[in-house]
């Protein structure tokens, strides 16, 4: 077994798995000086998700919108432990974590398992993406989650263009190769289908004029319109500018099967009658959302007041997973009544955070009161005596507010996509959700990119991102194959 080299044995040992949004909010805010500190996770970087879809065509280089873990935790009041490895076991029974790490030496890979035994234990690993068993997904998809999904997408589409520039190819070959089929009309296939329509529009149809009249991008969506959770006035208006942006958006159309070059689905008519479509593609990015890791649900397997919960793991209102002690989950592991999104992972990561320090200073309070109770016991004089009970008292009533923990209220800012054309939409939330205002075009764009930037995590992030779309501004957007 392994633990944090030379922990203090006066504190209690915190492991926190992952490093994306809930866990790195949390760490961020943490006082890692109250207690053994270990984080797990095979990234070591936090990623700045929202402007992944960008790092597909260029617009911002992936490095833009990594922040490394060690740059996090080096900041911190006392040492942080990091371990780039994967938790594959969780003993909520025995409080140990089983971890596997995997190496590259030599080009031989070698991985080990190591365990760690802790004390308290926060989850934020995240979701995997969901292909709901649809045969042929998992093989000829390409998804959009981390950065090497954007590097393969980023890499297939110049593939595919410069395979489609030979001269042989006859029309049918060419016209695939330059169809891109984004499968999921939530925000993430959206943004991603607005970025690859404005590379064609302001790069890559200069660069390859021979492609314009072949190359296109269809977006697919199983419900009768694209970004659901958005008000029905911004998806009206993402429909029409997506029209203008000659994006092919097919709703009430499901997928059903996909091989290597054909996208099989079923497309519900006006009439309510059904037909199979099929669209042979060249490229297939797949957005359809999240479904819970594997460690997740071995876990959740494993605890019963967990055996209803398909999505993630149930907590309860402090985040507590349900049928344990010691272990909290935030983020796109868990199932609640929340959208799984950066926001609600980072508000709760810093509601754990202010927890913790609660409860080290709770700890510190009961510490300082038996002291001060052996004072007021072996007090010699009167004065003294008196002294050390008022200091009980105060304390005693510092520690009561420090133990009246307040549950997580999550409070909704709005939601903000990007629609192609230097164009987004927005979802406003003012005064906790009591107001609400919707809007949507160039000056929502300018808005959405000063949001962005001012969310980056660290301001050389800040800078790299403000950098990155003035290089484009200027040159354009590179269309070499790396
Ligand atoms: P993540 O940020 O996914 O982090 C999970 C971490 O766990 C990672 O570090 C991962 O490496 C690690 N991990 C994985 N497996 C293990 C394991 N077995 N052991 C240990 N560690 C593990 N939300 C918004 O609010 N606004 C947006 O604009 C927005 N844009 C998005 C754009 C895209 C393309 C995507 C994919 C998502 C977007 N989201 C957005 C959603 C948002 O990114 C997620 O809700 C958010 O990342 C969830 O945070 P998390 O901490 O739960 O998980
Ligand atoms: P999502 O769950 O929001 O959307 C997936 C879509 O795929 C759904 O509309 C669903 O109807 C559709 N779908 C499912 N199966 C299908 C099939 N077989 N054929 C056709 N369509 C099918 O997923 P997402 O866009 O990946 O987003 C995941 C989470 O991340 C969400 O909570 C989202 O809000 C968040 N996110 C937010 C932003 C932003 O705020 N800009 C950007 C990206 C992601």
Redesign the pocket.
Known sequence: PVDQPNPDPSKKTLVILGSGWGSASLLKKIDASQYNIIVVSPRNFFLF??LL?SCTTGTIEHRSIMEPIRAIIRNKEASVTYYEAEATNIDYENKKLVIKESANHDREQISSTRTIDFDYMVIGVGAQN?T?G?PGVQDNACF?KEIPDAQKIRQKIMDRIEAASFKNLDDEDRKRLLHTVV?????????FAAELQDFFEEDLKKWIPEIAKDFKVTL????PN?L??FSKQLIEYTEKTFQAEKITVLTK????KVTSDVVT?EATNADGTKEIIELPYGLLVW????SARPVIRDLMSRIPAQKNSRRGLLVNEYLVVEGTEGIWAVGDCTATKY????QVATQQGIYLAGLFNQLAHAVTLEEEITQLEQIVKSATNEQDRKAALSEVDSRTRRLRRSRSLLPFEYSHQG????IGSDRAVADLSFWGNSSNFATGGSLTYLFWRSAYVSMCFSTRNKLLVIMDWLKVKIFGRDVSRE
């Open positions: 998700t929202p879809p969901s709901f649809i959009l499968v999921g009309g939530g925000p993430t296939g959206v943004e697919v969506e199983a419900l694209v659901p959770s159309t499901m997928v059903k689905a957005a359809t959302g999240n959208a799984p999104t950066a939601s903000l996509a990007y």
